[in-house]
């Protein structure tokens, strides 16, 4: 480290080598533990091929996972898009896990692998550790051994009941993925690392306890048939219920034990990545954040040359590109962009405020510790939240936002709600904070009712937002499944609360009627 | 800190995913690689290549809101002149007003396409087609058969010997029978010398007795005993004929247009990339023939032109003449096809029935006779008369399940017809 303080750069040129990885991880850490006081996972760093990026790519940036067709099918997708040459591959794969992986590609520069690490191993990393939903939600150190219990469970599961009934059962989870998280604490911190061992010890017990005469006692009679009053029938089978997949594993009354258990693993498999779809901005903003400063910091000490550091920029320019609302490659608000551009706009309050961001930000404006209070934000937000709070009327006047609203059918044109100015602030800042929100992202379903004892006809609800009902023809699709593997008629209404009433109503019948057996 | 080198990983990861994949979107797949084949030069039939299926034969749906109704906003960067209260018209209106979502899938696109590699894009295109008599008739040929490894025998020629069997057969029989070990003897003999040194009488016989009796036993327990030795075996096994030729006949009479003969050349690529994929070799010879046949090579027989009548007779003489020449029937499968637009000389009607019958049908797995026709000529409805060549072939394929004949007159009906003359068989008829 002493000749790299004497300021030669780590390495010229394009080539790499693995000890030129060491030496640049060495380097950005002390930057990112000494000056931004990052606090990261420790890091593993894995050299790919373009293939194997394609690989990881398809199985939602997973090292391993179970097989399914969808897989193959993002597969021959990206990489025909990869292979036309219309998209590059992402530098970069990080996985939350502890520790933390970072696949990096042979392909890459060595600027572009310096510029990885900072942004992957550091800048996602510390997010990982140190954000609250994160910590709430994913077991970074659990989760590589589940994947693995998942994968050999469902190849057992294939062999042993065969590959199409498999299959069916995971399209059908798979459809339903997006209504399979909980969406609120548990009391218990999640731990995947036993999750292999109950299902284990579950099934020992099942066979144990297993005794072909209990079949043949008779029942009570009829005593407990007797109907149980509305709200105490409700409150057994913990309705409503917005997890679906949850609801199906526990309630569902022809599925086979091993077909809850892969409901039980898809769900996990979308609890785990619940977080992220939440953090889009702000995750992406912080490692986009650290990679700035960490490889600014770096060029600064001599570590690294001027053509290197301009290639750098080149490439961090193109990430954070916000194209405006009227260019034709505006396809929606880029997150890289946003969340780098709130991170240094908060970097600028503290150290730099106006009086308008005094009157804003009074509790970090001028506070000197931009770091600090970055590290605060990435460890206690969400989009949604970090838009809310942050989101600086003088950023406002930067990207020159506007809000436009639809005001529903009777409405013949588009109308501006309001522009950066200073009776627009907060209506835009409200607005785009509702954007990132996941009420709002995935439409709010949820079952509401079963008659166990009667008919079973499951009843869903859908509570419209602002009038808008579901999609038609997927929603279709996705309830078929779900009587699927419900096995009974299900109905789902679309509940307008406005209208306080049904706007749409959907009933489908499972394909194999429950009775015979599947 | 660790770094990890995962290039060397075994790749094809993802092959599995793939083949389920494709399995899933097979109806689609196969449609649109039979849809592209007819687009296709002869040359690259064989290549694979992208393909487009539609999206919703894949569809994985998600409950999602619908794209328009219901109240929207949506916060869009770079304003340049609107002040709150401002109209846009619905449509258009630069980025919409929702914060609508696209297909689930990215692209929004109708179509779905990826690369099918050569391997996928044949197996489609063929599946289903089976050549009828793939084996042939008289397997057990004394010329094709091959040798195979089968365990070992005790009996054989000193080339097959098993050398490393032989020695452990060696070893445990000596351990067993206690065989004296040679160092055994030498530190026998050094006693023995060492004891003539110091001239010790009573020991030094003792000693002699003692190495006599150990020679003894090496002699009479050999190294390497007749009952040791063990060969290896090898069985004689049917070799499958797995060479084919296939006999292009074609109609170069004037009659013959350009169009006639693209229909005869695509039958004729798409029959050899179906033997290729059943045989290891294939070889094709190409006859022409007007009232004369003649071998030639493939520019020749595909872009020459003649004049002469038609006597379909020759062609079949020349066939015959060139399979007893060169393709031995026990060594080759061979297949004909021959295109036509029906014409022949009414006088060679009876020798060519007589040559179809006797001479060539013998010879061939398989025969196919194609019909050509005018592009306008549709296939279907109303004929106006049935050719020469058609009545002809008629009375032999009556019952000959060696033999197809098939009419077509349009470039997309090609693949159509080849599937209708190679599909696979039900049990009853596919049985040599």
């Known amino acids: 480290m002493t000749a790299a ?53 398809s199985s939602v940036g997973m090292p391993l996972l179970y097989k399914h067709w969808s897989f193959g099918k993002h597969f021959a997708q990206h990489e025909n898009v990869y292979r036309q040459g219309a998209r590059a591959l992402a530098y970069e794969i ?50 590589l051994q589940y994947l693995d219990f998942a994968k050999r469970y469902i190849a057992e599961c294939e062999e042993r009941y065969g590959q199409e009934k498999v299959e069916q059962l995971l399209d059908s989870a798979h459809a339903l993925m997006s209504h399979g998280v909980h969406r609120y604490p548990r009391k218990r911190k999640p731990d995947l690392l036993s999750e292999d061992k109950r299902e284990r010890e579950r099934r020992i017990h ?188 003088h950023l406002m006047r930067r990207w020159r936002m506007f809000l436009l609203a639809d005001e529903g059918e009777d409405a013949d044109e588009l109308r501006v709600q309001a522009i950066h100015d200073e009776r627009g602030y907060r209506n835009l800042r409200r607005s785009l904070a509702r954007q990132y929100d996941v009420s709002h992202l995935d439409p709010d379903i949820q079952v509401v009712d079963v008659d166990l004892a009667g008919d079973r006809r499951l009843l869903l609800q859908h509570r419209m937002l602002d009038g808008a009902l579901l999609d038609e023809g997927g929603a279709k699709d996705v309830l078929q499944h779900l009587a699927d593997l419900w096995g009974y008629d299900v109905c789902l209404q679309e509940h307008d609360d406005l209208m306080d009433g049904t706007a749409r109503e959907h009933v489908v019948r499972p394909r194999v009627p429950a009775g015979l057996p599947a | 800190m660790h770094i990890i080198d995962r290039r060397l990983n075994p790749g094809g990861k993802n092959f599995a995913n793939r083949q389920r994949f494709l399995r899933r979107a097979k109806a689609a797949v196969r449609q649109a690689v039979r849809e592209s084949s007819e687009q296709r030069g002869i040359k690259e039939l064989d290549q694979g290549g992208e393909i487009s299926i539609p999206r919703d034969s894949i569809r994985e749906p998600r409950f999602g809101r619908a794209s328009s109704g219901g109240q929207r906003q949506a916060v869009l960067p770079g304003n ?59 397997l057990a040929v004394a010329d094709s058969v091959s040798l195979q490894r089968a365990g070992y025998s005790v009996s054989g020629s000193p080339a097959n010997l098993a050398v490393a069997r032989t020695m452990r057969n060696s ?33 030094l016989d003792q000693a002699k007795a003692a190495l006599a009796a150990l020679l003894t036993r090496t002699r009479r327990i050999p190294y390497v005993d007749p009952m040791d030795l063990r060969f290896r075996r090898f069985e004689a096994v049917p070799k499958p004929v797995s060479q084919a030729v296939m006999f292009c006949l074609m109609d170069t009479s004037a009659s013959m247009t350009e169009h006639m003969k693209d229909l005869a050349k695509r039958f004729f690529a798409l029959l050899y990339l179906f033997l290729k994929r059943r045989y290891q070799h294939v070889e094709v010879v190409f006859i022409r023939h007007t009232h004369l046949a003649e071998e030639v090579d493939e520019d020749t027989f595909f872009h020459a032109r003649e004049t002469g009548g038609t006597v379909v007779s020759s062609a079949l003489e020349a066939m015959h003449r060139i399979a007893a020449e060169r393709y031995r029937l026990e060594d080759w499968n061979i297949y004909g096809a021959q295109a036509s ?17 006797g001479a060539v049908l013998p010879l061939c797995q398989y025969f196919a006779y194609l019909e050509v026709g005018r592009d306008e000529e549709s296939t279907i409805g109303f004929m106006p008369h049935s050719t020469e060549l058609w009545r002809t072939y008629e009375k032999a394929g009556a019952g000959g399940e060696r033999f197809a004949m098939c009419k077509v007159g349009k470039r997309t009906d090609i693949y159509p017809v080849f599937r209708k003359l190679f599909e696979r068989r039900t049990e009853g008829a596919a049985a040599p």
């Not at chain 2, 696209?102 to 692209?107: F, N």
């Not at chain 2, 029978?177 to 020991?203: C, G, S, T, Y």
């Open chain 1, 206 to 393: 099942q066979e144990q306890v297993y005794n072909d005469l209990w079949r043949t006692l008779p029942g009570k009679p009829s005593a407990g048939r007797g109907r149980l009053d509305e709200s105490r029938r409700r409150a057994l089978l913990e309705l409503p219920q917005e997890n679906i997949l949850y609801f199906l594993e526990k309630t569902a009354p022809n599925l086979a034990p091993w077909q809850r258990e892969i409901l039980r693993i898809v769900r996990m498999v979308a609890q785990y990545f619940y977080p992220q779809g939440q953090t889009k901005v702000i995750n992406e903003g912080c490692a986009t954040f650290c990679h700035y400063k960490l490889m600014s910091r770096l060029h600064e000490k001599g570590l690294i040359d001027d053509g290197s550091f301009l290639e750098f920029l080149t490439s961090h320019t193109n990430v954070v590109f916000q194209p405006e609302f009227d260019d034709p490659r505006f396809s929606g608000i880029n997150p890289y962009a946003l969340g780098f551009a709130m991170m240094q706009d908060i970097e600028r309050i503290c150290t730099e405020p106006t009086e308008e961001d005094a009157e804003w930000f009074p509790e970090i404006a001028g506070s000197q510790d931009p770091y600090g209070a970055l590290r605060h934000v990435w460890a206690n937000y969400r989009d949604e939240s970090f838009v809310a709070q942050y989101l600086s009327p």
């Open chain 2, 80 to 138: 340049k002149k609107f002040v709150p209260g401002d109209t846009l018209p619905k449509d258009g209106g630069g980025g919409g007003g929702s914060g609508s979502e696209g297909s689930p899938d990215g692209g929004g696109q109708d179509a779905f396409s990826f690369v099918l590699s050569q391997e996928e894009y044949l197996d489609l295109f063929f599946e289903d087609l089976e050549l009828p008599n793939m084996a042939k008739r008289a």
């Open chain 1, 94 to 143: 990080v996985i939350n896990s502890n520790p933390c992986i970072s696949y990096i590609m042979e392909e890459n520069s060595a600027t572009m692998q310096a510029l990885v690490i900072a942004h992957a191993a550091f800048g996602h990393n510390h997010f990982f550790k140190n954000n609250y939903l994160f910590r709430q939600w994913t077991d970074a150190d659990g989760i």
């Open chain 2, 171 to 203: 070893l445990s029989r000596r351990l067993a029978l206690r065989r004296p070990k040679a160092e055994e003897v030498e530190r026998l003999k050094q006693e023995i010398e060492a004891l003539e040194a110091e001239e010790d009488e009573p020991a």
């Open chain 1, 5 to 57: 303080r004497a300021g030669t750069p780590l390495f010229t040129g394009k080539d790499w080598d693995f000890d030129l990885i060491r030496r640049l991880h060495d380097a950005i850490a002390e930057v990112a533990r000494d000056e931004l006081g990052l606090d990261t996972y420790p890091n593993q760093i894995e050299v790919i091929t373009a293939e194997q990026m394609l690989d990881a790519y």
């Open chain 2, 341 to 357: 637009d029906g014409d022949n000389a009414p006088s060679d009607a009876e020798q060519t029935l007589s040559l179809l019958r």
